[in-house]
């Protein structure tokens, strides 16, 4: 059985502006918990979640099997100073981060580089959230 959703975690995704069809990224997914929720919430659209955390990943795919066969979700053991988008792939509308230390000022060296992959990944009106942070247009990310 998946885990509930805590609180905190559903508070974040009601906040985000999510609608059908969104090709949405999750940074630090953890067991997986927001990305489901997402994935029950945008339709035809896709969430591609990813954590540094082998286990954590494997931990979201137990998790998830039903979610995964629906094809909107999919999990990837990548940290994000490493993202890049697979051949094919397009830009994502909308990406979030909960307590990442690459992107909320604890490891500001990583948080560099992680922008600059996340600069890349975003269309140029896509919008980053950060924890609390108001929305960061993917144009306006500064390299």
Not at 28 to 52: F, L, N, Y
Request: proline share 6%; hydrophobic share 45%.
């Amino acid at each position: 059985m998946p885990p509930r959703v805590s609180p905190r975690i559903a508070n974040y995704v009601d906040a985000l502006p999510l609608e059908p069809g969104l090709q949405v990224l999750e940074i630090g997914c953890g067991p997986g918990v927001a990305a489901r929720e997402i994935s029950r919430r945008i339709g035809d659209g896709k969430i591609v979640a990813i954590d540094r955390s082998e286990k954590a990943i494997k931990q979201a795919l137990a998790a998830s099997v039903t979610d995964l066969l629906s094809g909107r979700l999919e999990f990837r053991n990548v940290a994000i100073e490493e993202f890049e988008l697979v051949q094919g792939e397009d830009r994502f509308d909308l990406a979030f981060a909960m307590r990442v230390g690459a992107l909320d000022g604890r490891h500001p060296n990583a948080g560099k580089r992680a922008m600059k992959r996340l600069k890349a990944a975003l269309k140029p009106d896509g919008l980053l959230f950060i924890d609390a942070a108001g929305p960061i247009k993917g144009e306006d990310i500064l390299i």
